[in-house]
């Protein structure tokens, strides 16, 4: 468990640097040291929940995540997890190798993130939205002043959060990347507001995908608690190392990892057919 809980830290430090999330590097490290993937994609959902929580209730108080608009999203992220975890539990692990190799590949699309400082807000609202009062404001640091903003396409939106929580609950990952994408292209949320509001959804997505796998028996209290510690603590570092580093070494130590990775598991969805 002391050396579960050491390899958690680093593997939260490095989720936090590279901005893949702990869960993401965990998977493949635990797969590595002969830890069954089912049972490796379930207790990762708990790390997912630590760390999510944790980085949530600050964004909370400082009033950028948008309660509203969350619990809104978590009706398709939440039904997408179960589903998710569901599938997992049933079909052959060979397969969940191959899976995990192909999300870690669609990371590499974050090089065209990298560029993008703005992304334009709605300044209308389809019905649905407006009914459902899908908007608010929240006071920007940096440029000092309230930013007001609205949502539109939600049921668009909706659509695009199932595929996240399916995701998510079936590879045992935040998918925070994808969810933000969805917030900011197509309900035309500002950055701020669909980074903290992802980080508040992540949580619930993996409490419900977590249920799927604790009635499924593939739960490992043993691997639960040192994980769970070790990568919100880890988490927390990187979090204060990584204003020090500049953009270049973030981006080559994240295409590293990720190809790192993406042999690995490739590797032993091979080995295991």
Do not use: C, W
């Not at 490095?14 to 490796?40: Q, W």
């Not at 990952?173 to 508040?200: D, R």
């Not at 949580?203 to 209290?221: D, E, I, K, P, R």
């Amino acid at each position: 468990m002391i050396f579960l809980g050491t390899i958690s830290i680093l593997v939260g430090f490095l989720g936090a640097l590279t901005g893949l999330g702990g869960a993401s590097i965990l998977i493949p490290v635990l797969t590595l040291f002969g830890v069954p993937i089912k049972v490796a994609i379930a207790s990762s959902m708990v790390s997912i929940i630590a760390t999510s929580g944790g980085a949530a209730s600050a964004y909370i108080r400082d009033r950028i995540t948008n309660i509203k608009i969350a619990m809104f999203l978590e009706i398709f992220t939440i039904t997408g997890a179960i589903i998710g975890a569901t599938i997992t539990t049933l079909i052959a692990p060979v397969f969940l190798y191959f899976f995990f190799a192909v999300f870690l590949l669609t990371s590499f699309s974050r090089i065209s993130q990298f560029a993008q400082d703005y992304v334009p807000t709605a300044h209308a609202q389809d019905k649905i939205s407006a009914a459902l009062e899908l908007r608010g404001n929240y006071f920007d640091k940096a440029q000092k002043q309230v930013v007001e903003y609205k949502a539109t396409n939600s049921l668009l939106g909706g659509l695009g959060m199932v595929v996240a929580g399916l995701a998510a609950g079936m590879l045992g990952i935040g998918a925070g990347a994808f969810k933000v994408t969805v917030q900011e292209h197509i309900l035309k949320l500002p950055p701020k507001v669909s980074s903290t509001t992802s980080n508040f959804i992540i949580g619930m997505t993996a409490l419900a995908a977590t249920s799927v796998y604790l009635f499924s028996g593939f739960l490992n209290l043993t691997l639960m608690a040192p994980i769970a510690i070790g990568t919100t603590v880890g988490a927390l570092l990187g979090a204060r190392v990584l204003n020090r580093l500049n953009d270049k070494t973030v981006r080559v130590l994240f295409f590293i990892i990720v190809a790192m990775l993406i042999v690995q598991m490739l590797y032993k969805g091979i080995t295991a057919i």
